[in-house]
Nanobody
Framework: QVQLVESGGGLVQPGGSLRLSCAGS????????ITWFRQAPGKEREGVSC????????YYGDFVKGRFTISRDNGKNTVWLQMNSLKPEDTAVYYC????????????????WGQGTQVTVSS
């Protein structure tokens, strides 16, 4: 069955960095786009970044551009989200999700989700 497993979350000080990983199994990884979403307490889930399957195009939410970088290695069935210059408002549970081929910022278009990893940015 399709599985997505996130890792790499934790507690970091403002201005620090974290690298999240999303490992996929049970599907042809290189055919699928991978998107990172996040959800903070009391807020709606929002799209953070996506990498498509076809040409590896990347997309970022306006609030993370220039600070986060998404990448993938299809040979390892893994997508990474490198997060730099973290801010307290980046605190959330981060989820990876997958859909066929193309990226979308609409969470309801995704049927497969990981369990999430907590990111806390605090001094």
């Amino acid at each position: 069955q399709v599985q997505l497993v996130e890792s790499g979350g934790g507690l970091v000080q403002p201005g620090g960095s974290l690298r999240l990983s999303c490992a996929g199994s049970g599907f042809t990884f290189d055919y699928y786009a991978i998107t990172w979403f996040r959800q903070a307490p009391g807020k709606e889930r929002e799209g953070v970044s996506c990498i498509s399957s076809s040409d590896g195009s990347t997309y970022y939410g306006d609030f993370v551009k220039g600070r986060f970088t998404i990448s993938r290695d299809n040979g390892k069935n893994t997508v990474w989200l490198q997060m730099n210059s973290l801010k307290p408002e980046d605190t959330a549970v981060y989820y990876c999700a997958t859909r066929f081929r193309r990226c979308s910022a609409t969470s309801t278009y995704y049927h497969y989700w990981g369990q999430g990893t907590q990111v806390t940015v605090s001094s």
